[in-house]
């Protein structure tokens, strides 16, 4: 069976400060990784993904995540936050086989502070 | 529609009553998600539709829950008997490729059941 790991429920940080909301997963087939992130009184948008090739992968917004295979890891990054990103952030997986849903974290809420 | 759409946004209900509730996915999505959010929890997978194929209700935490969806349009989940541990946040997804969703889901805004 598949699981995540989010371990962080809420995260604060000071405007323009580096975060990093950290994700594992748990599988014995091959993944893809998604986050999700949640606005507040909005629904879940995905955020970035990771399916193959490069381990780096960004959004658009100056997020990244690196996936480690080895570490079974799905790290989520941003060297400079902004007010406008306090949401809540869902790590998910996916299998290249077996179940066709995918499977999320518990979420961490991320409050950026002025 | 331009998103997944879900109806009622609030749903309060009494002990012992059944609810429905109700997804619109986007248009020429062909497969469709439940997810249940409890408070403090993760999200839990219920059913998956796919086209015409027999959904996969592995997720469906006792009988007292049900899916329906005809072709690739409207579902609706219905909670009979309802009881208060199935107080959450009912989420739908819809994706354009179903199966291995590499492109993710788009979800809709929930629908907040309460049951008191």
């Known amino acids: 069976a598949q699981s995540v790991t989010q371990l962080d429920s809420q995260v604060p940080v000071f405007e323009e400060a580096p975060v990093e909301l950290r994700c594992n997963y748990s599988s014995s087939v091959s993944v893809y990784l998604f986050w999700y992130v949640q606005y507040p009184n909005q629904g879940l948008q995905l955020l970035l993904k990771y399916l193959s090739g490069s381990t780096l992968v960004e959004s658009i917004n100056g997020f990244e995540a690196e996936f480690n295979k080895s570490q079974t890891s799905f790290h989520l990054r941003k060297p400079s936050v902004h007010i406008s990103d306090t949401a809540e952030y869902f790590c998910a997986v996916g299998t290249w086989a077996g179940a066709n849903n995918l499977f999320f974290g518990t979420g961490t809420r991320l409050t950026v502070i002025p | 529609g331009a998103g997944v759409s879900q109806s009622p946004s609030n749903k309060v209900t009494e002990k012992g009553k059944d609810v429905e509730l109700r997804c619109d996915p986007i248009s020429g999505h062909t497969a469709l998600y439940w997810y249940r959010q409890r408070l403090g929890q993760g999200l839990e997978f219920l059913i998956y539709f796919q086209g015409n194929s027999a959904p996969d209700k592995s997720g469906l935490p006792s009988d007292r829950f049900s899916a329906e969806r005809t072709g690739e349009s409207v579902s609706t989940l219905t909670i009979q008997r309802t009881q208060q541990e199935d107080s959450a946040v009912y989420l739908c997804?819809?994706?354009?490729?179903?199966?291995?969703?590499?492109?993710?889901?788009?979800f809709g805004s929930g629908t907040r059941l309460t049951v008191v």
């Open positions: 997804a819809s994706s354009s490729l179903g199966g291995r969703d590499l492109y993710g889901y788009t």
